[in-house]
């Protein structure tokens, strides 16, 4: 008995789920938005405990909106409907907006979050793919490290550009290195994870005519690196 995925099923899988993730999103951003209205209190004064319920829905609807995000641009990138539009990028300011984005986060954590950088780095690549890769690298490093710190480093050799993100966290198995970029393998059994996020990283890589590695061990932390051609 031949146990293999029938590809017709898996495509009317994948389509199942790029339909049910672009109706959640409309929806999920009008809950967004009446929360925000409700935590900052324009409509009446809550109490402690009802800012807090509305924060915790405020951060699942948050989380809902990311997996619908995540799983849509996976289709998209099957369906060979995205494509890189380059420029001329100043990586050093992109990098400083990520880091101060994922700033609050760290700090909520007790982490430390650094950037070493040239103040003068540029790359000819796609501004809006690149901020996604490291967004989703710092967004995994913060995730998985319980102390410590994170910091991401930059810089060109040989023609390439890079850029790096390594944490203190608990490291990953050698065994499992090449696993953690396939879709829907998740990190340390994390259960509020798509395991989609070091797919995206290596597809959008890979669009980008770059190179992602890996090197981690266990109890001594991860570093991710984005290799680009300059």
């Excluded at 993730?21 to 809950?31: G, M």
């Excluded at 099957?78 to 984005?101: C, F, P, Y």
């Excluded at 430390?112 to 540029?122: I, R, V």
Aim: net charge negative; hydrophobic share 40%; proline share 3%.
């Amino acid at each position: 008995m031949n146990h293999e995925a029938d590809p017709r099923t898996q495509d009317r899988g994948r389509a199942v789920l790029t339909g049910l993730s672009h109706e959640l999103r409309a929806p999920l951003q009008t809950l967004l938005g009446h929360l925000d209205l409700l935590g900052s209190e324009a409509l009446g004064a809550l109490s402690s405990e009802q800012s807090e319920a509305v924060a915790a829905a405020t951060r699942s609807a948050e989380r809902i909106l990311s997996i619908a995000r995540d799983v849509l641009e996976v289709a998209r990138m099957d369906a060979g409907r995205e494509t890189a539009r380059k420029d001329n990028v100043d990586v050093s300011a992109l990098l400083q907006a990520e880091r101060d984005e994922a700033t609050e986060f760290a700090r909520a954590r007790g982490l430390a979050l650094e950037l070493d950088c040239p103040g003068a780095l540029t790359m000819c690549t796609d501004g809006a793919k690149l901020s996604r890769i490291v967004a989703n690298l710092l967004s995994n490093a913060l995730k998985y490290t319980e102390t410590g710190s994170v910091w991401i480093q930059a810089g060109a050799e040989g023609g390439w550009g890079f850029v790096e993100v390594t944490d203190t966290g608990p490291g990953i198995p050698k065994d499992q290195h090449e696993a953690v970029f396939s879709e829907y393998v998740r990190l340390h059994d994390d259960p509020t994870g798509t395991g989609l996020g070091l797919s995206i990283v290596r597809r959008l890589a890979d669009l980008l005519g770059g190179r992602v590695t890996l090197a981690s061990r266990v109890g001594e932390g991860t570093r991710v690196r984005l290799d680009l051609p300059l």
